[in-house]
């Protein structure tokens, strides 16, 4: 990827065509609208010759260490799957809390039903034995085991 000096944004690879001379050239291009580099119009752009030529100078002063790059990125990859597994036992944790405070308000209502004097009335709670229901089947539903929970397997798919 090749970034704009001046603007910092991705340049994008397009090619001329200078049909006059019949020859074709890629050059990387800034399409930001506001970049400070454009003046009257003109974008700019640099030859991606230009660019692969700099690139494999700075090469071969400087080789790559694969091993390096990669023994970070496994680390970042394990860093992340730690951050989500911590999430996902905090979002469990507090899935677990509302499905219990459901639970708790169902006994209570259950309860206030047993104590009235006249039984029409138990209707009246109909809607909240309803909701508090609904609650508790939405935990268990979110809580079944097929979590989104990052596996160790997840994470060597990504390494
Ligand atoms: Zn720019």
């Avoid at 951050?83 to 469990?92: G, I, K, M, V």
């Avoid at 609904?134 to 397997?153: C, F, G, H, I, M």
Wanted: proline share 4%.
């Amino acid at each position: 990827m090749v970034i704009c000096e001046w603007c910092e944004a991705p340049m994008v690879l397009s090619i001329a065509n200078k049909q006059a001379m019949g020859v074709r050239y890629l050059y990387y291009r800034c399409n930001t609208p506001s970049c400070p580099a454009m003046r009257g119009g003109k974008r700019q752009h640099i030859r991606a010759k230009i660019v692969i030529e700099a690139a494999r100078a700075w090469l071969r002063e400087h080789p790559l260490r694969l091993d390096v790059a990669h023994n970070h990125y496994v680390e970042e990859m394990h860093r992340i799957g730690e951050s989500r597994r911590r999430e996902t036992a905090n979002t469990l944790r507090s899935l677990e809390q509302k499905k219990d405070h459901a639970q708790k308000r169902l006994q209570e209502i259950k309860k206030r039903i047993e104590e009235l004097d006249d039984s029409s009335l138990a209707s009246l709670y109909k809607e909240d034995v309803k909701k508090e229901k609904a609650t508790v089947r939405e935990a268990d539903e979110a809580l079944r085991p097929n979590s989104t929970a990052p596996s160790e397997k997840s994470i060597r798919t990504f390494t």
